[in-house]
């Protein structure tokens, strides 16, 4: 892990703006804003669907593999309190297997792809930089599966939004979710807000 905290550092970049959004899909939406909301910096995670277009970014045409959405979340963050390439490092190394093709944990399709969804150019440089030291520095035993899309993000239903935190003894949280979250806690302390 020294080597993705090096890829982080390396990557980084200062910001004068108080609030930017950062897109990232890898697997569940629920698991992903959990561990996000507990990110210092981070200011509001919302679940939802990315890639796809407006008329079919629904649950139940996604979920189907209908449509080219993959679930995702969009990060609203303070970029003089957390950096971009810090949200990759903690996407990278514990909300998700960057290394699974059109999966995570139980979840299969391609809406539960792992992907990053730039916002500007810079992120998306800051993006490529990161996947391509990560395979340099063989961080990981596989390659990066992650892929750098473009495409609109749309809110989820009102019930995914802060389902873990809704639902913290769901079965799914507890074997799936709850991890990532202690994983985040225990591996990058000074990123945990409570």
């Known amino acids: 892990m020294r080597r993705l905290i090096l890829a982080a550092a390396l990557c980084s970049a200062a910001s004068p703006a108080r609030a930017d959004t950062a897109v990232l899909a890898g697997g569940c939406f629920w698991g992903m804003e959990a561990v996000f909301e507990h990110v210092k910096g981070v200011k509001d995670v919302v679940s939802g669907y990315a890639g796809g277009d407006r008329r079919d970014a629904n649950y ?9 959405h993959a679930e995702a979340i969009r990060i609203t963050y303070d970029p003089r309190r957390v950096s971009y390439a810090q949200l990759l490092q903690v996407y990278f190394a514990v909300a998700h297997d960057p290394t699974q093709v059109n999966r995570q944990g139980p979840d299969v399709g391609a809406s539960y792809r792992s ?3 730039p916002q500007n150019g810079g992120q998306a440089q800051v993006a490529r930089a990161f996947i391509a030291r990560l395979n340099a520095s063989r961080v990981f035993k596989k390659p990066i599966a992650t892929r750098i899309e473009s495409g609109s993000f749309y809110p989820a239903e009102a019930h995914h939004q802060d389902f873990a935190r809704r639902n913290p003894l769901h079965p799914y949280i507890v074997i799936h979710d709850r991890p990532k979250v202690a994983a985040l ?4 302390p000074a990123l945990w807000k409570a």
């Open 60 to 68: 139940a045409a996604v979920s189907a593999e209908r449509t080219r």
């Open 185 to 188: 806690r225990k591996r990058y």
């Open 115 to 117: 992907a990053i969804f």
